[in-house]
């Protein structure tokens, strides 16, 4: 039976274990020539499906942050200003199954969504309809998807559902967003319950 709970033990933290490597958070830096490279692949991912990118100045912006990557996760926010209607809702639906794979593919997904519903103080937020915070493993991960030719699909749903969406990254001060404890909870829980399953499953044979 001690086997039989070292191995049960065993198994769960090496799941833990499996996923921390996997979430990440904490890599290499990006260095400036590997992206280069990545901003030139996701030039020519477009180019390659006669596709224009958008007009921003989005390979200014993320130059001035691989000087500055320093490899870890972080946090990209998302003010979106939607298109009224049920085609742009329809829009924002289909967007969402193409980009939600392409995140847990990378070990990136949402953190936060919320609707606007009231002003507090000033008025910038009156032009904002809704708050969207996703978490990224690291900056090469949001590169690597933005090259993905899986993210074309979604784009043009991306730009019907939204009339005007102001995008920046952040690196958490003050964070309450706790995947890798939450699971390591999870999997004590789920340990002690084996571990009482295996007593239970002891005692009857010894009663039989």
Not at 21 to 50: C, F, N, S
Not at 93 to 120: C, I, N, T
Not at 161 to 187: G, K, N, S
Request: charged residues 25%; aromatic residues 8%; hydrophobic residues 50%.
């Amino acid at each position: 039976m001690i086997r039989l709970k070292l191995a049960w033990c065993a198994a769960l933290a090496l799941a833990y274990g499996a996923f921390v490597v996997w979430y990440g958070g904490a890599g290499a830096p990006l260095t400036k020539a590997e992206g280069a490279a990545m901003l030139d692949a996701i030039g020519q991912m477009y180019r390659d499906h006669d596709r224009t990118p958008a007009s921003t100045d989005f390979r200014a912006n993320l130059a001035d942050m691989i000087a500055r990557d320093d490899g870890r996760e972080f946090y990209m926010v998302n003010l979106e200003t939607r298109k009224p209607g049920l085609e742009a809702l329809a829009a924002e639906e289909r967007y969402g199954l193409v980009v939600l794979p392409l995140l847990l593919k990378r070990g990136s997904h949402p953190v936060f969504v919320a609707d606007r519903v009231g002003l507090a103080l000033g008025q910038y937020g009156a032009e904002v309809d809704r708050v969207g915070i996703v978490r990224y493993r690291s900056l090469r991960d949001f590169l690597d998807m933005n090259a993905d030719p899986g993210l074309l699909e979604g784009i043009d749903d991306k730009f019907a559902a939204l009339e005007r969406t102001e995008v920046f990254i952040t690196r958490p001060v003050i964070a309450a967003e706790t995947i890798r404890l939450t699971l390591a909870l999870l999997l004590a829980v789920i340990g002690w319950i084996g571990l009482k399953l295996i007593d239970w499953r002891s005692a009857r044979r010894a009663a039989a």
